[in-house]
């Protein structure tokens, strides 16, 4: 191969910076044509993504430069999608990690180092947004060498390569004073501190997929990097895995290798290179393609297991299939079955008698963003509250805690310690950042952050920034707290009429506006009182012949309180269900009706 191959993975902790980076490195290199449309974040190809401002899936990547050929993983940084740091780090030789010049080192950065230690990566550092007025350059270059050392780095890996810059403007410099210039110096970096894949051109050919997808022309698609060998359009090829007893033979049909956003077709991809193979049905996440005859796999990619879980149901409200289009149990199985296999951090599980299935992920965002995908592709269904996986080990149970890093004004500080107190939350530190901005770290309990990102906005006046990961299994920390109120619950079916809300607007706050339709069972607001009062949302007011029996009154009502989908799964408590359809979201009681109810609470 006349062609030398660097592995980067860029990560960093969510906003950090790391797609923003990417999109320069391909202007500075020459990636586009000039006159070329180019949109901001070009990796955040995903509908979602470019809602919600955050990377959901890892993406590959490639750049040219001075004939050498960089091989880029743009992974995500919000916690709850980890499980794609883990197995995209498998194609990586090396690792960047970016850094917030005011913010420092936060949870998800802590994650992804960990992980990129444990596989022996090389790591090199860039201290990013170096232009922002609160810049704080030498201190968050001291707090993440502390990081590197409470994380056990080994003595040369201490000594990391550090380099300044602004992603948005493009350029970077080893003088934190510098405020401008290219991105030259980061390329220099690369180049002289990520060292090329160590080459096994002649061996039995050994491919790993990392990363599924699909496509309706060529079927399933795999990314992975080859290991050893040479991989080539048409070869016959074994399927192997570590707990798989037998090795299907199949041929890969189309190979493809990344040059800019593009795959391009080929006809070989050689050792230390990623490749993308295409028309493979049996593939899946961490099966090695070997020489038929000669099984060599290699090891499994492991994850973290799934901290959260969720079942989903099928819809049976009254207005179960008036908007969906895919509403029954096979449907929203093969889907879910599906998801699965292109996301390793995702388990399924059956829910005993009946066509409940039980979804395992790594928190609400992960669960939200797959239940938002499902409903914009004609899906309807109903899921239950959000409970946290428990183990049970010799007879004491242990549950998932994180660790939460919260910004926040000074004078807010003081109530959002007292909130997680209430919820388990143990204190580890307080430090100001600046004037205006004081840094909380906590080590709480999973189940105390269900819900805890609204009250935290709450108690702050909306200015707290809320980050959180995974920290490990620790013993039961008690009881916590959940809702303190109960809810409005419509008793009947048709339009929420304005007369009947203005009537009862001195119950709680609404979820409804005049003209939605309810049904018996829906839940349409908050109560202010801690238990569900039944009540009509229909009544409208009775007419009269006799025009002095009454006088209109003017309706002035508060707006309703609508709720996200997140905010949908953090509200609901065990007896309450969210009704996901492709045009509404509803929550509701799992038994409608009112009497029934009574029955079961006095049954339990």
């Known amino acids: 191969m006349d062609q030398e191959i660097r592995n980067l993975a860029i990560v960093a902790h969510v906003d950090h910076g790391k797609t923003t980076l990417v999109d320069q490195m391909f202007a500075f290199a020459g990636t586009f044509r000039s006159s070329q449309l180019v949109p901001e974040r070009v990796l955040d190809s995903n509908a979602q993504e470019r809602e919600r401002g955050i990377t959901i899936l890892a993406k590959n990547t490639a750049i040219e430069f001075h004939g050498t050929r960089i091989n880029i993983v743009d992974t995500p940084g919000h916690a709850d999608f980890g499980g794609q740091v883990e197995r995209t780090l498998a194609m990586a030789d090396a690792v960047l990690l970016l850094v917030d010049a005011y913010e420092g080192p936060m949870p998800q950065t802590r994650f992804v180092l960990s992980k ?20 704080r350059c030498d201190e968050v270059l001291n707090e993440v060498f502390d990081l590197f050392v409470e994380l056990g780095a080994e003595d040369h890996q201490l000594e990391f390569p550090v380099i300044y810059g602004s992603g948005r403007d493009g350029w970077a410099s080893l003088d934190h004073e510098a405020r401008g210039g290219d991105l030259l110096p980061l390329y220099e ?57 037998k090795q299907p033979t199949v041929v890969i049909k189309s190979l493809f290798r990344y040059e800019g956003l593009q795959r391009k077709a080929v006809n070989e991809v050689a050792a230390g290179d990623i490749a993308v ?26 994850v973290d297991e799934p901290t959260l879980s969720m079942v989903f149901q099928v819809n049976d409200s009254p207005f179960a299939g008036r908007e969906g289009t895919y509403v029954t149990g096979p449907h929203m199985r093969a ?15 059956d829910e005993p008698g009946s066509e409940a299935v039980e979804v395992k992920g790594r928190g609400v ?33 242990f549950e998932p805690y994180e660790r939460a890093s919260i910004e926040v ?15 388990r939350g143990e204190m580890l530190s307080m430090e100001p950042l600046s004037a205006n901005q004081t840094k909380l770290e906590f080590s709480v309990p999973a189940r ?25 299994w620790k013993p039961d920390g008690g009881r916590i707290p959940r809702r303190t109120t109960g809810v409005l619950v419509a008793d009947r079916t048709g339009p929420a009429v304005a007369y009947a809300l203005n009537s009862l607007s001195d119950r709680g706050e609404f979820f409804v506006a005049p003209g939605d339709q309810v049904y018996e069972g ?21 007419l009269s012949n006799m025009r002095a029996a009454g006088r209109d009154e003017n309706v002035n009502l508060a707006p309703p309180r609508r709720m996200s989908l997140e905010e949908m799964l953090e509200y609901v408590e065990d007896d309450e269900l969210v009704e996901v359809t492709p045009k509404t979201l509803r929550l509701r009681k799992r038994v409608l009706q009112a009497d029934r109810r009574k029955r079961v609470a006095r049954a339990r």
């Open 116 to 135: 990129a230690f444990q596989r022996g990566l090389k790591v090199l550092v860039m201290i990013n947004k170096v232009d922002r007025p609160d810049q």
């Open 189 to 245: 970096l690369i180049l002289e501190h990520v060292h090329a894949p160590a080459l096994e051109l002649d061996g039995p050919v050994q491919f790993q997929a990392a990363t599924l997808d699909h496509d309706d022309f060529v079927g399933r698609i795999g990314v992975g990097r080859v290991t050893r060998g040479m991989l080539r359009k048409g070869a016959r090829v074994s399927l192997c895995h570590p707990k798989r007893t």
């Open 277 to 302: 193979v295409a028309g493979i049905d049996e593939l899946k996440i961490g099966d090695t393609l070997c020489p038929p005859g000669q099984p060599d796999p290699l090891p499994a990619i492991l």
């Open 335 to 349: 889907r879910l079955e599906r998801a699965a296999l292109r996301d390793v951090a995702l388990e399924l599980a």
């Open 365 to 397: 965002m992960h669960l939200g963003v797959l239940i938002e995908e499902m409903r914009r592709e004609g899906y309807e269904f109903a899921v239950g509250k959000p409970h946290v996986i428990i183990h049970e080990e010799d007879g004491k149970r």
């Open 409 to 423: 004004p000074p004078e807010s500080a003081g109530r959002i310690i007292e909130y997680l107190g209430r919820r």
């Open 448 to 472: 105390g952050l269900i819900g805890a990102r609204t009250a935290i906005l709450t108690l702050s006046q909306g200015e707290a920034i809320l980050a959180h990961v995974f920290e490990g």
């Open 522 to 542: 829906m839940i349409v607001g908050a109560n202010n009182k801690d238990t569900d009062l039944p009540l009509n949302a229909c009544r409208t007011k009775k």
